[in-house]
Structure formats: structure tokens, C-alpha cells
């Protein structure tokens, strides 16, 4: 018999503290397998945000630095610059990226700035409590949205992907998903994909990753894919919204 | 022939697992780990086609596959 599935080398024996049924953990596996195919943990420096993913530096097997709450495209920014034969990616959740980090995400978009970003989007800032993030659904009830989020009272949700992928700056701007094992593949090419555009040189790129906070949706791992499924995928359609 | 290994201290008990092996093999045990999770199983490996959806599925990579 041979192994036909075991843990990457990316990623150390240190166990991940998300929560049972967190898809965080995915999105760290298929990070590094897509690295990893890249060849060599000398090559690559990560970021990690503020919020859950916040020891992602315990995770992976290469160098990181972790960012202040939403700065990780900035000192990914510069970390390229100094580093441009580094693959260099930032990890971080809505509430990171698209609230007090929306400045540096667009930022770093529009100067087309050669690095990678993973963004868990949850909708929810899961670290905290489960306060609002700015992708929560309407309707969905977080702890500062307790009756559901009105568009009236709390704004619409944003959509990352659709409004990066307008600046000239972006190369590849991908939305995919967890919910089931067809998807998790997807989810795995696309990453792959966005680190192949930055070592051919071509810019920003970014993979928005449906994601499940069971713990703070408060349903079971099994419902909250469901949730992603039936629900996450109505208001942030899954595909490709740039690619150049 | 195929095995998967559970690395049960890690597991966590979510199922996710449970809910995408596509021969329903897979199932939480009755025992628990260090952490207090009951762990994920299977009963009957000879029914295992070692496609690996488990370990795929798994958010700690809890799963060895072998075929
Ligand atoms: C400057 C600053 N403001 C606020 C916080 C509090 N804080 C920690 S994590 C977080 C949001 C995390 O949510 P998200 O980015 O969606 O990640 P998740 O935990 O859901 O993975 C906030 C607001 C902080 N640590 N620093
Ligand atoms: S709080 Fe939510 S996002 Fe954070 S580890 Fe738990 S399930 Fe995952």
C-alpha cells in the first residue's frame, strides 16, 4: 500500500487550536500543499493576521510575521519588495481584511503589489465573539446584529472580489468555497493558481475562501457547511473575477 | 485494499469526516480523547476504497490515507 494522502510538510506538528469543525484548518491545508507543490519552505514568507488565524506562524513550516489587526498587505507589501524572490502571502479573516483593513487590501490591489492574499471570509469576526464583520449576510444575527443584520441599520454586505477585481492593479481574483469535497479541491487549484501568477510576476492576487465559524453561527460543523452551501454562495457567487 | 489511520489525539469530533465518506464508513466512536472528543472511526476498513474524502475534509489533518 501507498500513502495516498498524508500531512504536508508545509505545515508542523503543532495541533491547530481553531475550534471543532473550523474550517480554517482546511484553508491552512490546502495553503500549504499549494506551496509546497511550489517547491521549498526556504522560499516562501507568510503573514498572519489578527483574529483566529493570528498563530498561523505556529502552523506553518516557514517564515511569518504577524501583522497588526488588517496591516498584513502592507507588510506583505514590503516584505516583497525587499524579499522579490520570496513567494510572499498574507492569511487573514473578514473582519481583518474587509473592516479595519480595507484601506491596505485596496491599497495593495491598486499598486498591483506582486503578493498573494488567502481571505477567510466567515462572515463573522470570530476571534471576538461572533461581533458583525462587514460580509455578514442580511438577516444573519451576530452579537452587535442581534435581531439580524438590516441593510438599513448595519449597510449591505461587501464584496471583496467583485469590487477588487475593477482595479487594474489585480491579476487573479478568485471566490471558491469549503462546503463539500468537490469544493475543497476547487478551493485547493485556485490557491495554486494565485501563488502561480505571482512567481510569473503578474500582481496582486487573491482567493476569497467561503468559510464556517460553527462556534459563533452557532451550529454544528455539518449545518454550517450547509449554511455556506445554501446561504454564504446566494450573495458571494463562487468563480473567477479576474484573471489576466 | 486501503486503511486510513486517525491520528486521535488531534481529532476533534466535528464529522466532518462522517459526513463525506462516500461508503458511510466512517463514524464517531463511544471513546474519547485527552481533549474529551470522541473520536472518529472505522469499524469495518475492509469496506474502504482509500479515496481519501475524509482526510480531505479533515480541518486538523487528522487523517492518514493509504491504498
Ligand atoms: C487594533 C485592533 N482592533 C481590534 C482588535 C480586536 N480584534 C481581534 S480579532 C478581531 C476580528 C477578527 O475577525 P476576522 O478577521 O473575521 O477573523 P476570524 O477570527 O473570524 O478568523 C478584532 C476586531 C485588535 N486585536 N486590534
Ligand atoms: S471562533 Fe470561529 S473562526 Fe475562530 S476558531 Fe472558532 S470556529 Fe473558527
Given at each position: ?8 510538510a508545509?505545515?508542523t ?7 471543532p469543525?473550523c474550517?480554517?484548518g482546511i ?7 499549494a506551496?509546497?507543490e ?5 522560499g516562501?514568507i507568510g503573514?498572519?493576521p489578527?483574529?483566529c ?7 506553518f ?29 498574507a ?15 485596496v491599497?495593495?490591489?491598486?499598486r498591483?503589489e506582486?503578493?498573494?492574499i ?9 476571534m471576538?465573539?461572533?461581533?458583525m464583520?462587514?460580509?455578514t ?9 442581534q435581531?439580524?443584520r ?7 454586505p ?12 489585480a ?10 469535497l ?6 485547493k487549484?485556485?490557491?495554486k ?10 500582481g496582486f ?8 465559524c460553527?462556534t ?5 460543523p455539518e ?5 455556506v ?9 463562487l ?6 | ?5 486517525f491520528?486521535?489525539?488531534l481529532c476533534k ?6 459526513s463525506?465518506?462516500?461508503?458511510k464508513i ?11 472528543y470522541?473520536v472518529?472511526?472505522v ?7 482509500g479515496?481519501?474524502a475524509?482526510?480531505l475534509?479533515c ?9
Amino acid at each position: 500500500m501507498q500513502k495516498v494522502f498524508q500531512k504536508s510538510a508545509l505545515l508542523t506538528d503543532t495541533p491547530f487550536h481553531y475550534c471543532p469543525g473550523c474550517t480554517h484548518g482546511i484553508s491552512h491545508r490546502i495553503t500549504a500543499e499549494a506551496l509546497e507543490e511550489l517547491g521549498g519552505k526556504q522560499g516562501i514568507i507568510g503573514v498572519a493576521p489578527v483574529g483566529c488565524a493570528v498563530f498561523a506562524y505556529n502552523y506553518f513550516n516557514c517564515d511569518i510575521q504577524q501583522a497588526a489587526h488588517g496591516r498584513a498587505p502592507a507588510v506583505a507589501s514590503g516584505i516583497k519588495r525587499v524579499c522579490p524572490d520570496k513567494i510572499v502571502f498574507a492569511y487573514q479573516g473578514d473582519g481583518d481584511l474587509a473592516s479595519i483593513g480595507m484601506a491596505e487590501t485596496v491599497h495593495a490591489a491598486a499598486r498591483g503589489e506582486n503578493i498573494t492574499i488567502i481571505f477567510i471570509n466567515n462572515a463573522i469576526y470570530g476571534m471576538t465573539g461572533g461581533q458583525m464583520a462587514p460580509t455578514t449576510l442580511i438577516g444573519q444575527k451576530s452579537t452587535t446584529s442581534q435581531g439580524g443584520r438590516t441593510a438599513a441599520l448595519q449597510g449591505n454586505p461587501i464584496r471583496i472580489c467583485e469590487m477588487l477585481a475593477t482595479l487594474d492593479g489585480a491579476s487573479y481574483i478568485a471566490r471558491v468555497s469549503l462546503h463539500d469535497l468537490k469544493s475543497v479541491v476547487a478551493a485547493k487549484k485556485a490557491v495554486k493558481k494565485a501563488f502561480d501568477y505571482q512567481v510569473a510576476g503578474k500582481g496582486f492576487s487573491l482567493v476569497e475562501i467561503l468559510s464556517t465559524c460553527p462556534t459563533n453561527w452557532g451550529m454544528t460543523p455539518e449545518n454550517s457547511m450547509e449554511y455556506v452551501k445554501n446561504e454564504m454562495t446566494k450573495v458571494y457567487p463562487l468563480g473567477v473575477f479576474k484573471e489576466v | 485494499m486501503a486503511n486510513v489511520v486517525f491520528n486521535e489525539p488531534l481529532c476533534k469530533g466535528c464529522a466532518l469526516c462522517v459526513s463525506v465518506c462516500p461508503k458511510k464508513i466512517v463514524s464517531l466512536s463511544k471513546r474519547s480523547n485527552e481533549k474529551g472528543y470522541f473520536v472518529a472511526e472505522v469499524k469495518d476498513m475492509s469496506l474502504c476504497i482509500g479515496c481519501a474524502a475524509c482526510a480531505l475534509m479533515c480541518p486538523d489533518v487528522v487523517i492518514e490515507v493509504s491504498r
